[in-house]
């Protein structure tokens, strides 16, 4: 059996920048409810990262607990 042809647009470097922006801007311009959501969404993100930030800077991460890196699973 024959699979459908697949097509691929090639988008690099700015074009594929503007195509990401456009793709994101027509929903919110022509849904409501698009924008209650990326905002909402844009919020949660804000605060989570605010968080992560403020817990990395009051509990830095010491030396003892970074774990084996170079043999994770304990195996010589």
């Keep these: 059996m024959e699979e459908p042809l697949q097509r691929r647009f090639p988008v690099r470097g700015t074009a594929a920048l503007i195509v990401a922006i456009a793709v994101i801007m027509v929903p919110f311009v022509l849904l409501p409810a698009y924008r ?8 949660i993100g804000i605060v989570v990262a605010g968080i992560l930030y403020l ?6 991460i010491r030396e003892e607990d970074i774990h084996n890196t170079k043999r994770p699973l304990g195996l010589d």
Aim: hydrophobic share 55%; glycine share 8%.
């Design 55 to 60: 817990w990395r800077m009051y509990r830095p």
């Design 36 to 43: 209650i959501f990326f905002l909402v969404s844009l919020g």
